[in-house]
């Protein structure tokens, strides 16, 4: 039954009224504030705070890192007077040397290359200089002490010459032989073998004008030298403040190593009853211990004490980064003054006396060295110029450069192994096993690289520098290349180019789109797998875990294998179609699904290749792939993991890839083919997803 029509006048309009054609916009909604909006509100405002307050801490930062000692620096607003500021010896107008010396520990008495003391009752006088502060001036003299390092220097030689603060990656190599008899020795430190460095000024420099120095490193501390000089030579004023801003890294890197033996090994004992081995009383110890808390260990770190021969093996290290800090600035002269003073009353151990009356005197071991620590107030050097205005003479001050050598700047293809066997091999070795002859003597090639660095940059690199590197010496060559590559990129990234034609960057944003690739791409790969119900497609284990495996074999990790395995056990879950189901026990029960009309018709087309043919096929693709890989028939060589050295197991491997699992991954992906045009259908994701609808 039709319902009855409405007239007009039910509406509420009259016929004497006027059509509105266009009404206008109805009454807006009353909008309402939900507690989702509020919400959000909240969480955008905390964002927007914490953003700006991140931004405003890693200014604060970069600004501490660009000027790590801002409170020192000269107010430029204030009239300049040369008596009044500290102004730098090398500035970038300024060409300077570099002389690099190879020291190597020696049993003798006599070193060729003096440790000066510091004593201050040997002062230099100064003569018409009234007002000004007395600098305490080193005297030429010997003495030894159990910290003192009896050693020799090998080789000096001028390595840069014309260099510049903004010079950067200027390359230089130093060869030199080292006599291989001390590293028999059962303990061994790393400055056993070390390498110096000075920085020589061009002449004219301002220190062609030096009058007295001071330095950071206390009196009392007999700190290793950085040059080598005649026996009884006396060096000038010049010389000694070049010395005294030098610096020296060690050489030596204690790694693991493969026994030399044929049989069981026992460590070998020390080679001399009398050796003068370096012993650390408990004091010194403790010491050294709590300065390596506040300076990021101590140079007592380097040592093969108490550690078994075969796994603290001496190891030659053949790349080092010598740095210069490219700092130019004026520092106001009572604010060094200060800061010097105070470095040196803190320096090298002198701080430990104020914590205990008992703590031992001051070593060089613990005379440890940051540039945000330090900066350029390790050395103050006084100079005599004549004034341009009125030809007289005045006092002026200037502040030695910041050099340093990074520790770790080496991965495990820059070490050599010292030729010696530190093991005592047993008499009753088997057999045609021979025991490999130490040698005298070993060639080294040292590859020094310069570089000028910016403060904050430096800074940026002190903090990542871990001196005490290690790394599996007994490893693959596949997995030492792998590690070898990785120090590269990383040290690259921080300005430690190991080579001139490498590119980090370029490297590092690659390897970032390949990561992020390759997490999205299994991210997907494991939400499809999980997500299809029933598949079409043939499941072939060769494909999905063949080239895993032997990527795991060859770099001896199981993790890529694990992945790919649970991306196949979900492809076999939907294969399958198995139900896990818990019935109250604590054990599951496994439950499949009946095959579906598709899987039968498609189990119904795979047999239709014969038997033979499938054999056929495997000898004739087998055969090719062996003898391919064997006489190594390749149109293009390979690159990148190269293949494991060839034994029983790993023929064994080759002969099953080439006439079971390639064999096996071709024929499934040609059968797949013939199903899919006998069938007429190629599956696609958007089918899995429509089926799963």
């Known amino acids: 039954m039709a319902s009855p029509k409405k007239s007009v006048k039910e509406f509420g309009i009259r016929d004497s009224d006027p059509l509105e054609l266009n009404p206008g916009p109805g009454p807006r909604r009353r909008s309402t504030v939900t507690c989702k909006c509020v919400l959000w509100s909240i969480l955008v405002f905390f964002g927007l705070g914490g953003g700006y307050l991140g931004a405003k801490a890693a200014q604060a930062v970069y600004r501490q890192l660009r000027e790590p000692h801002r409170a020192l620096y000269q107010d430029i607003s204030m009239p300049y007077q040369p008596q009044g500021v500290v102004r730098p010896l090398i500035d970038h107008d300024q060409t300077f040397d570099i002389v690099a010396t190879v020291w190597l520990r020696t049993d003798r008495d006599a070193v060729d290359g003096h440790v000066y003391d510091r004593a201050p009752e040997h002062q230099k006088a100064e003569e018409g200089l009234d007002g000004e502060q007395s600098l305490d001036l080193p005297n030429i003299g010997e003495g030894s002490d159990d910290s003192e390092l009896v050693e020799k220097a090998i080789l000096t030689e001028t390595i840069l010459r014309g260099l510049r603060l903004k010079d950067k990656n200027i390359p230089a190599s130093l060869k030199f032989r080292v006599p291989t008899e001390i590293f028999k020795k059962r303990e061994l430190n790393a400055y056993d073998l070390r390498g110096s460095f000075v920085l020589i000024p061009t002449s004219p420099s301002p220190l062609d004008h030096a009058l007295n120095y001071s330095t950071w490193i206390p009196d009392s501390v007999k700190y290793p030298p950085s040059r080598s000089w005649p026996e009884g030579y006396v060096r000038s004023l010049e010389e000694e403040v070049i010395d005294e801003y030098g610096t020296f890294t060690p050489l030596l890197s204690f790694q693991n190593i493969k026994s030399r033996c044929g049989s069981s090994t026992t460590a070998l004992t020390d080679a001399s009853e009398d050796e003068d081995e370096e012993e650390n009383t408990p004091s010194l110890t403790t010491a050294i211990k709590l300065n390596g808390l506040l300076s990021h260990g101590s140079k007592d770190r380097f040592s093969s004490k108490g550690k078994p021969v075969l796994e603290a093996h001496p190891y030659v290290i053949t790349r080092s980064f010598l740095r210069v800090v490219d700092q130019t600035t004026l520092y106001n002269r009572n604010a060094y003054d200060k800061a010097h003073k105070l470095l040196k009353q803190s320096s090298c151990g002198e701080a430990h006396k104020l914590l205990s009356d008992k703590a031992p005197k001051p070593d060089w071991r613990m005379c440890l060295r940051s540039y945000l620590a330090h900066g350029n107030q390790e050395v103050k050097i006084k100079v005599m110029k004549t004034a341009e205005d009125n030809g007289k003479k ?234 391919v890989q064997t006489l190594e028939m390749y149109i293009i060589n390979p690159r990148g993991t190269s293949t494991p050295s060839k034994t029983v197991m790993t023929e064994g491997i080759l002969a099953g890839k080439s006439f079971i699992t390639r064999p096996a991954l071709i024929l499934g992906s040609i059968m797949q083919i013939v199903m899919n045009t006998r069938s007429r259908s190629v599956p696609s994701a958007m089918d899995y997803w429509r089926a799963d609808q």
Request: charge should be neutral; glycine fraction near 4%.
């Open 394 to 627: 005045e006092v002026e001050w200037i502040y030695a450069p910041y050099l340093s050598v990074s520790e770790s700047s080496f991965g495990p293809l820059d070490l050599i192994p010292v030729p010696v066997n530190r093991e005592r091999c047993a008499d009753n070795n088997p057999v045609g096993a021979q025991n490999v002859p130490d040698e005298e003597f070993m060639d080294v090639t040292w590859n020094v690289t310069f570089i000028g660095r910016t403060p904050e940059k430096i800074s940026i690199v002190d903090s990542y520098d871990t001196p005490k590197r290690k790394y599996n010496m007994t490893e693959t060559k596949d997995n030492q290349l792998q590690t070898h590559a990785n120090v590269e990129l990383m040290h690259g990234l921080i300005g430690h180019p190991f080579r001139d034609n490498y590119h980090p960057r370029r490297v590092a944003i690659l390897l970032f789109i390949e990561l992020s690739a390759y997490a999205i791409a299994a991210a997907l790969k494991l939400h499809y797998c999980s997500s299809i119900r029933r598949i079409h497609i043939e499941f072939s284990p060769p494909n999905n875990l063949g080239p895993y495996a032997k990527g795991a074999y060859q770099l001896q990790s199981i993790w890529p294998l694990l992945f790919t395995s649970i991306i196949s056990l979900l492809k076999l879950k939907a294969i399958t179609r198995v139900e896990f189901l818990w019935r109250g026990s604590s054990l599951p029960t496994m439950h499949f699904a009946p095959a579906s009309h598709s899987e039968r018709a498609s189990h119904r087309m795979e047999p239709q290749l014969s038997r033979r043919f499938k054999i056929l096929f495997f000898a004739i693709v087998g055969a090719c792939l062996y003898i």
